[in-house]
């Protein structure tokens, strides 16, 4: 199994920038796809990016030009670097370990002036 620890949401102003994080157990990161989703209140949990092991992306199309995800193996980490935020960016923020089908708690963004 592997465990997935998410960091760096936080409070931000619309048009502001934050970067999450996921950290994860395990040796197998490296072939492993990722994902972020994310949850709203009252709404059902949504794909926001996913990245393979060879690297190749995929948005979705609300977040496509704004959003980047990326990974580093070296370090089991997955990042998702969010420019140009909005306040229907509001949400929890989990991370996917698609090999495992494991998810992390969750971290909060919130965009509001």
């Known amino acids: 199994q592997v465990q997935l620890v998410e960091s760096g949401g936080g409070l931000v102003q619309p048009g502001g920038s934050l970067r999450l994080s996921c950290a994860a157990s395990?040796?197998?990161?490296?072939?492993?796809?990722m994902g972020w989703y994310r949850q709203a209140p009252g709404k059902q949990r949504e794909l926001v990016a996913a990245?393979?092991?060879?690297?190749?992306?995929n948005y979705a199309d609300s977040v496509k030009g704004r959003f980047t995800i990326s990974r580093d193996n070296a370090k089991n980490t997955v990042y998702l670097q969010m420019n140009s935020l909005k306040p229907e960016d509001t949400a929890v923020y989990y991370c996917?370990?698609?090999?495992?089908?494991?998810w992390g708690q969750g971290t909060q963004v919130t965009v509001s002036s």
């Open positions: 996917k370990d698609y090999y495992w089908n494991s």
């Open positions: 395990g040796s197998i990161f490296s072939i492993a796809s």
């Open positions: 990245i393979r092991s060879g690297g190749f992306t």
